[in-house]
């Protein structure tokens, strides 16, 4: 892997991984990046577990196959999720290989390369209750949507399969100037959940806590206030 498991990155939401996957479990990763969370969930669930990665951008894909090549339990996909079937434009954040987006990511000033230098191409877009429709996913612990905005249009579309079967732990990447882009907002996707019986964890480095519903949360760390982090939907409480 190109980043250790030694606890290094993103420890807040590793500490998740580690909580809550067990052997024989299922893990959904979207946003799959290089694969590092991933392979993290792989090593967890073991050979009778099953974690499906996607990741839509091809250079990012292609380091997720290498990366992830040495467990025979990942299925990896090279397409993007939503909440409808379709071909959609995707942008190259050519600043931040973990940036691309489904809307136009020169409206952020600070991406100077990618202003310079626009790339966008056709990606295909599908629901992630019609890819694993005719899969068994009842064993389906855990699912990670770290999608540069496109979160809530994700558990639109991924809804029946965490409903059905009753998926405990989701986390969810909060970019709020991404969220504001793609015609939302952290209240609306934490109150969409809401409607499903999930209660909204920050996820800090040592614990989750519970935020109050329609209160607008900034992520705090040490004495800088961050507009992206994690956190975490469950039915079960804390972790």
């Given amino acids: 892997m190109i980043i250790p498991f030694d606890g290094s990155y993103e420890p807040e939401t590793q500490r998740i991984f580690r909580k809550v996957l067990k052997e024989g479990d299922q893990c959904v990763v979207a946003g799959a990046h290089r694969g590092f969370f991933a392979s993290l969930a792989a090593s967890m669930v073991g050979p009778s577990g099953q974690v499906y990665a996607f990741e839509p951008e091809l250079n990012n894909f292609m380091e997720l196959v290498t990366n992830t090549g040495e467990f025979g339990n990942v299925q990896r996909f090279n397409f993007a999720l939503c909440d409808r079937d379709r071909m959609a434009p995707f942008f190259i954040n050519k600043d931040n290989d973990g940036g691309h987006a489904l809307f136009d990511v020169r409206c952020f000033k600070n991406n100077v390369l990618t202003m310079a230098d626009p790339q966008t191409y056709e990606v295909q877009v599908k629901r992630l209750d019609d890819v694993l429709g005719d899969e068994d996913m009842s064993r389906l612990k855990l699912c990670l949507f770290d999608v540069e905005g496109a979160e809530h249009s994700v558990l639109k579309g991924a809804i029946n399969t965490i409903t059905d079967n009753n998926v405990p732990y989701i ?18 996707l934490r109150s969409y959940m809401a409607m499903y019986g999930y209660k909204t964890y920050l996820i800090e480095p040592h614990k989750t806590t519970e935020i109050a519903a329609g209160s607008d949360v900034q992520a705090r760390v040490d004495e800088r206030t961050e507009a992206v982090f994690n956190v975490l939907f469950s039915n079960e409480g804390p972790v």
């Fill in 171 to 188: 986390i969810c990447e909060i970019n709020n100037p991404a969220l504001e882009k793609c015609h939302t907002s952290q209240k609306e």
